[in-house]
């Protein structure tokens, strides 16, 4: 069916109007034992991660990492520079105590909590990835306004065309299509 | 009454039974987060229509005269750094006056973007995704208004570097000793912190003006800033995962950032700064003032751009029932500072507090007592808070006191210390009201240029709290309900 292009196919699409269709397709997909393949809706649905298998995110490993550096860069900067680089006696308080090395620590815990999250996010997401398969298909551009979409990769061990189709039709799906490269 | 017994009762108890769930009475059942009931489509479509299109009449005029009161700001600035300090009416005794009033009401303000973008998400109020982006806005907006004002009034601005640590030609470091240093840190952390808050709930949104983009410029640059978001569930478990962390770490930080504005003046020996109540008595007056200008913002901006559906009545009177909570958390402080002044028996802390119910600034007293005590409790009815002039007219009052609010505790406790002979009495100079009024400039530019060009409403977040987005629901094309109770 597919043109004689030399473009090579990315894997197969497959709509759905609502959230529950989705949720259901879904749970037929991973019983199928498909490995790489995806949801994709407007919004985080309710429970999906539970119908895809998805372990629990990763992101707090990268938030706590950036925390501790953070409270450890504030606690040995302020010690180094108040007290080794150039001490300088203020109202005769010690030169360093961690109750008034606290709140800048505590800010830089943070600071640097918050950029592991999100600097953490986007290593996981693989982030920013201008140029995608699905995003250069004019259907999928719906995803941000209202429908819901799984895509089954060609290079699941799993994948063959004309059953994967099959299985997506079975799940509910009205449209499905194949996504090039 | 026989119909009253329930499906529970009338099966019979000790085993589990299947009955359809019985429906609540219609005055039990809260008024849906989106009304009308509107579907994904019809959200996507109003928000970013705001967006594309040549702007309405009524955004050029406020974007002119707001770009007009941004020049008026340069001037100022320009001024006080070329000519010194001078030019402000800051004068022994009254070393602090505008300059800190007005950062320490702006930080304020910016406290309920960050309130209701973090803690209302910690503590699972859906309601919050109609206004939070606007609010994580106003916040980081508020915030650079802040900001100007230590950087000027420290006097030679071109030092202003000295403060962050950073090697600087005479070798010399910050001296972390100072709440002042802390406060470097907590303001310029929280600015940050809220960009990034705000750029991450963007990215979804970003996507979505991405995807409705004609022009190639604006393909281009939504695409560019939306840094390829598919929508993928992989992604969004990452996401959701990573929004939680940032709320959970904005929750105390919001809560430090004015708690450390207020250690700048609880950590000195002068009466009516001197005080252990300040930490969390400048957290309700943030989050009080800050309510007070999300209210003033979206009760217009919602009639203007058609939001009721989204911005319901529901919305307003929730933000009304949170500015009065807070109001009264900002009443008993009052309250409670008289009360510490009377009790700890110190002549000085007694003196003080009369002499600002009594003394020369009673009006900036009276101000603050009408406008953040008396006049919020009008919220307890529900009438008022149904009507928009009212909360309208009230949010901007809550502005005014809460600015009076921080007069009082700077410039009445400065201008009678503990010498007679150093007493004195502060007046503006036109500078100080001009680079005020300047602020406002900057304020409503940057808020203009963001209403119209990015999404002021969380288009992904609110369709997630439609009953559509629940696959649990019947409308989202779930089987119609059946309740397993065990008995």
Redesign the interface.
Known sequence: MRPETAAKPYGILAEF???????HA?EKVRRAGFRQW????????????KA?G?S?????WF?FLG?VIGYATGML??WY??TL??P?V??G?PMF?PF??F??S???T??F???G??F???F??R??????P??KNKR???????RFFIAIECDDPKYSEPETRKLLEQAGSRHIEVVEE | MAAQVSPIQAEGLGHSSVVSAPEPPPELERAPLVANNRGFGWISNRVASLCEGAAPTWWWVLFIPSVLALGMLLFMVSYQVSTGVGVWGNMRPVMWAWDIVNFVWWIGIGHAGTLISAILFLLRQRWRTAVNRAAEAMTIFAVMCAGIYPALHVGRAWYDWWLFPIPNSNSIWPQFRSPLMWDVFAVSTYFTVSVLFWYMGLIPDLAVLRDRARSRLRQFLYGLFALGWTGSNRHWSNYEKAYLILAGLSTPLVLSVHSIVSLDFSVSQLPGWHTTIFPPYFVAGAVFSGFGMVLMLLIPLRSMFKLQDIITMRHIDVMCKVTMATSSIVAYSYAMEFFIAWYSGNPNERFHFLNRAMGPYQWAWFMMISCNVLIPQLFWLKRLRQNLLAVFIISILVNVGMWFERFVIIVVSLHRDFIPSNWGYYRPTWVDVCTYAGTFGLFFTLFLLFIRFLPMIAVSEVKGVTPQADPHNPQAGAKPREVVYEA
């Open positions: 109007t609502t959230a529950a269709a989705v949720l879904a995806d949801v994709f809706s407007p919004f985080p649905v309710h429970g999906m991660d895809m998805l629990n995110s990763k992101v707090g938030a925390g900067m302020i520079m108040n680089d150039y300088i203020i109202g308080k105590s008034s090395a709140p800048p505590y800010e830089l943070i600071l909590g918050a950029f999250s999100l953490g996010m986007l996981l997401n982030l920013p990835r201008l140029h995608h699905l995003l999928f551009s719906l995803v941000t306004h209202d």
